[in-house]
């Protein structure tokens, strides 16, 4: 039954791949060898995609071979049964851990330990996440690639750096002039967009 | 009822908004959980962060499974995770059906080159908030230093910094009782 194995599949990347969406990457690709549910090219794929729409790789590509997979069994609305059966495969690990973790630190939260554990953890944390904000920065904001052939120079994206300023200014000090200027996250996100289409970022 | 309706409403949103990953959901979140709707801290936000890097699963459902459990029990845990993921799910299949090819439209490749500029900018300014509640003293601003240095430069696992920097946590707050009673 394809619809089980699908479940158990993404049950099994989802147990155990720890951190984020790029670590579920090495357990597609051993399932893609051991189903031929997808093909390599079709995670590099995915990874544009994730790239290009809202969510986590982790689910979109458990989405999207899900939806490839149930369709091919024939059944009406296969695909869509695939791609949910899938899905939920990759997160029921989660909800269940999660949930008992959420339980214990119920009971331990106001012990000296625990609290003393997360006085170190909170700083590791911030440092986990300007970690993958740095690679993000990489990305978008430099071209590191161009480094030999057009010297210190290239590497700079400035019509990309000349935005992430302009930006944070709106961000940093819209706010202050009038508390209604406090926008939502997503209307610097769709700005950026019509930017990113009008100068033709890549 | 009602609010598992807009629990599951308000992590469908989250989840709409999250380009690239949990570390891109952390600005929605803060917007969202600790500014608009006081249901969690800035420090419980960096709580789960810690907890979702080193537990099995993606940050972004950890996250959304922890805060969901918070509000409503396991039943809120359960429906804030399919909330969160329930945008992937409509996107992906018509992505799937339809468009062969979508990554490679240029418009495509434009606006998402766009986007990305404002989720740096965007969590350059969810960490600098995180950072006033987390980096408090020179212990845990040496934390930072290392795990950040070291998540960049070296390939070692995320539950290591996690599980070294709680036992960190847990020695240098023994040594300040200990010096404090001396003193």
Known sequence: ?202 | MKELGYLFLLFARIGGLTFGGGYAMLPILQRELVERLNWVTEEELADYYAIGQCTPGIIAVNTATFIGTKRKGVIGGIVATLGVVFPSLVIISIIAAFLEGFADYPIVIHAFAGIRVCVCVLVLNAIISLWKKAVIDLPTLIIFLVVGIGSVFLNISAVLYVVAAGVAGIIIQLLKAKGGKKA
Request: hydrophobic share 55%; no cysteine; proline share 4%.
């Open chain 1, 1 to 202: 039954m394809i619809f089980l194995q699908l479940f158990y599949e993404f049950f099994k990347t989802g147990l155990f791949a720890i951190g984020g969406g790029l670590a579920t990457l090495p357990f597609l690709s051993q399932m893609a060898e051991k189903t031929g549910w997808m093909t390599q090219a079709d995670i590099a794929n995915m990874v544009a995609i994730s790239e290009s729409t809202p969510g986590p790789l982790g689910v979109n590509m458990a989405t999207y071979v899900g939806y490839t997979t149930g369709g091919l069994t024939g059944i009406p609305f296969g695909n869509i049964l695939g791609a949910v059966i899938a899905t939920l495969g990759l997160i029921a690990p989660s909800i269940i851990i999660i949930i008992i973790i959420f339980k214990i630190l119920q009971i331990f939260k106001d012990n000296k330990y625990v609290k003393a554990a997360f006085y170190g953890l909170r700083p590791a944390s911030t440092g986990m996440i300007a970690a993958a904000g740095i690679s993000v920065v990489e990305i978008s904001l430099f071209h590191l690639g161009l480094l030999d052939s057009n010297g210190f120079a290239g590497i700079f994206n400035w019509p990309a750096i000349i935005l992430a300023v302009v930006l944070y200014l709106l961000i940093k000090f819209l706010p202050k002039i009038n508390k209604k200027l406090n926008f939502h996250p997503v209307v610097y996100l769709a700005l950026s967009a019509v930017v990113g289409i009008i100068l033709q970022f890549e």
